[in-house]
T-cell receptor, first 113, second 113 residues
Framework: DVKVTQSSRYLVKRTGEKVFLECVQD?????MFWYRQDPGLGLRLIYF???????EKGDIPEGYSVSREKKERFSLILESASTNQTSMYLC????????????FGSGTQLSVL | GDSVTQMEGPVTLSEEACLTI???????????LFWYVQYPGEGLQLLLK?????DKGSNKGFEATYRKETTSFHLEKGSVQVSDSAVYFC????????????FGTGTKLQVIP
């Protein structure tokens, strides 16, 4: 089975801190995605990557950046965390192709105090 | 841009009741359509998908038909179980570009014995 592993299940950070969320997939998938999930808003795409060192902005990229130095790893970076970035963050990966499903990690619940 | 609208929750049903969760979409071109399910404490997983008009996706007793004329993909199940309690997300995959997936806001289903 495909495994998408997010480094932390729960994370508590202070306002202004630099935060790294890590995601690793073990099935050689080309595409990787970062979403945030908020009640009443569903999942919103922050960034995605379709190849190593390639990235594309999603719907809500402001305040975030990403890094993909290796195919299996996709990192989400909050340069200066703010309270409105408190959320559940979900990483996903997929094979390149129109009909391919996303495989999700279990999520990281980030609280910014 | 692409968008997905699904019915508000939460939905509470008794065991063995019929379920319908409405989903409509807006997209350019011909997207693929998906239903994902999120069980408590877990990431999302694919429930079913349909890749072209009039296709019916089905899995675990759930089914949904891709209706191009009404731009809909309603999720149905004839007899729900307590174990179906979860959050259900309708989603579409952009046929162009880099396979960007857009999600609805999610519908929480609670099935009571």
């Amino acid at each position: 089975d495909v495994k998408v592993t997010q480094s932390s299940r729960y994370l508590v950070k202070r306002t202004g801190e630099k935060v790294f969320l890590e995601c690793v997939q073990d099935m050689d998938h080309e595409n990787m995605f970062w979403y945030r999930q908020d009640p009443g808003l569903g999942l919103r795409l922050i960034y995605f990557s379709y190849d190593v060192k390639m990235k594309e902005k999603g719907d809500i990229p402001e305040g975030y950046s990403v890094s993909r130095e290796k195919k299996e790893r996709f990192s989400l970076i909050l340069e200066s965390a703010s309270t409105n970035q408190t959320s559940m963050y979900l990483c996903a990966s997929s094979i390149r192709g129109l009909y391919e499903k996303l495989f999700f990690g279990s999520g990281t619940q980030l609280s910014v105090l | 841009g692409d968008s997905v609208t699904q019915m508000e929750g939460p939905v509470t049903l008794s065991e063995e009741a019929c379920l319908t969760i409405n989903c409509t979409y807006t997209a350019t071109g011909y997207p693929s359509l998906f239903w994902y399910v999120q069980y408590p404490g877990e990431g999302l997983q694919l429930l079913l998908k349909a890749t072209k008009a009039d296709d019916k996706g089905s899995n675990k007793g759930f089914e949904a038909t891709y209706r191009k004329e009404t731009t809909s993909f309603h999720l149905e199940k004839g007899s729900v179980q307590v174990s179906d309690s979860a959050v259900y997300f309708c989603a579409l995959s952009d046929p162009g570009g880099y396979q960007k997936v857009t999600f609805g806001t999610g519908t929480k289903l609670q099935v009571i014995p």
